[in-house]
Each structure stands twice: as C-alpha cells, then as structure tokens.
Nanobody
Framework: QVQLAESGGRLVQAGDSLALSCEANGPSFNDNAMGWFRQAPGKDREFVATTSWSGRSTVYTESVKGRFTMSRDNVKKAVYLRMNNLQPEDAGTYYC??????????????????WGQGTQVTISV
C-alpha cells in the first residue's frame, strides 16, 4: 500500500509558474508508473501526465504539452509537476496517483489504485 501527499497548490495569476510535489510513503512507489490528474469544479477528473517507473518515459495530455513537466525521484519517493504559463483552464484540484502493477506509462485512471488527497490550484486572470 502507498500513501500519497500532494503539496504546492495555491492561487497564482495567469501566465505564472507553479511546482507541485507528491511524496509517497510505502513500498509500491519505485516499481510503478505514477500519474498526475486534475479535476475542475463540475467536471470529471482528467489525465494530466504519467511517467514510467524509471522516469525515462513521460506522456502528457495535449493541452499541457510544452508547458508542464513531470519528473520523479525514486530515492526521495516523490513525483513533481512543474507547470509554466498557467492558464485559467488549468485550475482545479491536482491529484497524484500510483498505477500499481504498471511499470510503463498509463493514462487510464482505472489503472491507478492509490490516490492522494489533492492540492488546489487556483488561477486568476
């Protein structure tokens, strides 16, 4: 089992940058793909980015390509999401999750077993 804790969310202005962190506690972190998802009020949770167990392969949803960077540190058992040029549509609660049993990148939320509580990103225009 893995416990996840996101941090870094706050109020920013459109065009600003923000870095989110997710720290894991548990044995399953290093062997599995990790993902970032987000959920805006009144909308479904959506995939943002995923990285393989090694961090060598990372995939992003189209709307964040070139602006967001996901990375992981298996020694610290943490994943990060660096977000540049934030836009109003990027606002929402951001969640990290573990795709237990998957080493490669995986987009489908159904593959993710363990989820954090989320961190709120608010963007003013």
């Amino acid at each position: 089992q893995v416990q996840l804790a996101e941090s870094g969310g706050r109020l920013v202005q459109a065009g600003d940058s923000l870095a989110l962190s997710c720290e894991a506690n548990g044995p399953s972190f290093n062997d599995n793909a990790m993902g970032w998802f987000r959920q805006a009020p009144g909308k479904d949770r959506e995939f943002v980015a995923t990285t393989s167990w090694s961090g060598r392969s990372t995939v992003y949803t189209e709307s964040v390509k070139g602006r967001f960077t996901m990375s992981r540190d298996n020694v610290k058992k943490a994943v990060y999401l660096r977000m540049n040029n934030l836009q109003p549509e990027d606002a929402g609660t951001y969640y990290c999750a573990v795709a237990d049993g998957y080493k490669g990148v995986v987009r489908a939320p159904q593959a993710y077993i363990y989820w954090g509580q989320g961190t709120q990103v608010t963007i003013s225009v």
